[in-house]
C-alpha cells in the first residue's frame, strides 16, 4: 500500500470539499429539492446523496485500498484508514434555507482523527486541519488564518453552546446541562458544526451534545485538537465513537466535566 503524507490526505480533502460546496450550493433552496425519511426519522435530501456519492468517488479513485464510512452510503472496505463523511451536517437547516450547514470529511487512521475538513459554503468559510498542521479558516477564498481557541480559564467567563435542550434531557443529562448553564457567563444554543468552528476561533469556550455519529464529530476533532482545544464524550472518552460530544477550549475541559458527566462524581 502506498504512504501518503498527512498534507497529501489533508489536501486531498480540501479538493473533495470544493467540489462538494459545488453540489451542495447547487441544490441550497432549490425548489425541486427532494426531501426523504430515513428509517430513524432524520431527514435526508438529493444534495446528501450527491455529495457523498461525489466524495466517495474521489477517494476511490485517489486512495483505492482506504476504507470509507458515510451518513448515506455505509461502510466500505477494512483499512485502518478510514475516510469519514458527513456529506450535509446540518440537513434540517440545509431544506429549511438556514445557512448553518456543511461538508464534514475526516481521515482516522486506526480509529484516531488525523485530518478534518468542515466547509460551510453558504458561510462562505472553510476550516481544515491535519496532525502537527495546525488549524486554519478561509472566508470567502480569501488567504487562510491559523486558529486557535481562547485562553478563557474561569468558567464564570466562558460561552457555552449546548446545541439543544431536548437533546440533553432526552439522554438524561438535563441537571448536568442546567448545572453547566449556571456556571458561565453566557449559553446559547447554536448547533451544528458551527459552535465547534467558533470554539476553534475563540469565539466560544465550551460546547457539547449528544445523539451524535462518528461522522458528525471526526472532522472537527483535528480542527479542535490542532487550534489548542480537547475534545472527548460527555463521559470524558476520547475519540468520535461514544455517542456525544464535549470540546473545550482544554483549559476549561477538567472544570466542565465533573458537572456534566455521571460517571466519576
Known amino acids: 500500500m502506498t504512504d501518503y503524507s498527512l498534507s497529501d490526505d489533508l489536501s486531498l480533502a480540501i479538493a473533495l470539499a470544493g467540489d462538494a460546496d459545488h453540489i451542495a450550493l447547487d441544490r441550497y433552496t432549490a425548489l425541486d429539492l427532494v426531501v426523504t425519511t430515513k428509517p430513524d426519522r432524520t431527514p435526508v435530501t438529493d444534495a446528501d446523496q450527491a455529495v457523498e456519492r461525489s466524495i466517495r468517488a474521489g477517494i476511490t479513485a485517489a486512495r483505492p485500498h482506504d476504507s470509507i464510512l458515510g451518513e448515506e452510503y455505509g461502510t466500505e472496505g477494512e483499512s485502518s484508514r478510514q475516510w469519514i463523511i458527513d456529506p450535509i451536517d446540518g440537513t434540517a437547516n440545509f431544506l429549511r434555507g438556514v445557512p448553518i450547514w456543511g461538508t464534514l470529511i475526516a481521515l482516522a487512521i486506526d480509529g484516531v482523527p488525523v ?25 470567502d477564498g480569501e488567504a487562510a488564518t491559523r486558529l486557535s481557541v481562547s485562553g478563557i480559564s474561569d468558567l464564570a467567563d466562558a460561552s457555552l453552546s449546548y446545541n ?10 438535563l441537571d448536568e446541562v442546567i448545572s453547566l448553564t449556571r456556571s458561565v457567563w453566557r449559553s446559547r444554543a447554536i448547533g451544528e458544526m458551527w459552535a465547534y468552528m467558533l470554539l476553534a476561533e475563540g469565539a466560544l469556550d465550551i460546547v457539547g451534545e449528544f445523539d451524535l455519529q462518528p461522522y458528525d464529530m471526526a472532522a472537527i476533532i483535528p480542527i479542535i485538537e490542532e487550534a489548542g482545544g480537547r475534545f472527548t464524550s460527555v463521559e470524558g472518552e476520547d475519540g468520535p465513537w461514544h455517542g456525544s460530544a464535549l470540546a473545550t477550549n482544554g483549559v476549561l475541559h477538567d472544570a466542565v466535566l465533573p458537572i456534566v458527566r455521571k460517571s466519576g462524581k
Open 115 to 139: 485530518v478534518g475538513v468542515v466547509s460551510s459554503p453558504a458561510l462562505g468559510r472553510r476550516w481544515w486541519a491535519a496532525k502537527g498542521h495546525g488549524a486554519w479558516l478561509e472566508v
Open 164 to 173: 439543544s435542550l431536548q437533546g440533553w434531557d432526552e439522554a438524561g443529562y
